[in-house]
C-alpha cells in the first residue's frame, strides 16, 4: 500500500536528498503511535518484533463477495 501510495513521492525525495535514505525517513517521520495502534501501545514497546509479526499475517486482499 505505502509503495502504490507513495512510491513516486519517495523516489523524489530521495532524488533530492541526493540518495540519502535516512534523510528521507528524519524529513518524514513523526514522533508518537498511530491512534489504531494505542490500545497496543504496552505490548509494541516491550516486543517491537510484534510489529513484522503481525504484518507478516495480515491480509490485504479483498474479501472474497461470494
Given at each position: ?15 533530492v536528498?541526493?540518495?540519502?535514505l ?34 507478516m499475517?495480515a ?8
Amino acid at each position: 500500500m505505502l509503495k502504490l501510495q507513495y512510491g513516486k513521492l519517495i523516489y523524489f525525495m530521495v532524488e533530492v536528498y541526493g540518495g540519502d535514505l535516512g534523510a528521507v525517513v528524519a524529513a518524514v517521520k513523526r514522533e508518537g503511535l498511530p491512534a489504531r495502534l494505542e490500545p497496543y501501545a504496552y505490548q509494541l514497546r516491550n516486543d517491537p518484533g510484534l510489529m513484522e509479526a503481525l504484518a507478516m499475517t495480515a491480509s490485504h486482499e479483498p474479501a472474497d463477495p461470494s
